[in-house]
Nanobody, 122 residues
């Protein structure tokens, strides 16, 4: 089992930056791919970014790659999502999730955190 706790969300202005953290614990966390997903009001859950267990491979969702960066610190079991130049359309609940392999589809992630709210105000 893997337990995940997100933090770092909040209310920010357009153009601001935030760094989200996903603290992971559990027996298999070091071998799990970790993804950041988000779900806006009335929208489906979508991939923001995902990173392999080694940190050597990463996927990014459409149109987010240049503003968002995912990284992981396996010594601390934390995965970060650095978000720059935030826009109102980035407003959503952001979840981190753990799975056995790196994938774009949220259905392949077995463990999920409770989420952290990000609100971007214009």
């Amino acid at each position: 089992q893997v337990q995940l706790v997100e933090s770092g969300g909040g209310l920010v202005q357009v153009g601001a930056s935030l760094r989200l953290s996903c603290a992971a614990s559990g027996r298999t966390v070091s071998s799990s791919a970790i993804g950041w997903f988000r779900q806006g009001p009335g929208k489906e859950k979508e991939l923001v970014a995902a990173v392999s267990w080694s940190g050597n491979s990463a996927y990014y969702g459409r149109s987010k790659e240049e503003r968002f960066t995912i990284s992981r610190d396996n010594a601390k079991n934390i995965v970060y999502l650095q978000m720059n130049n935030l826009k109102p359309e980035d407003t959503a609940v952001y979840f981190c999730a753990a799975g056995s392999s790196l994938d774009l589809d949220p259905r392949f992630y077995e463990y999920w955190g409770q989420g952290t709210q990000v609100t971007v105000s214009s």
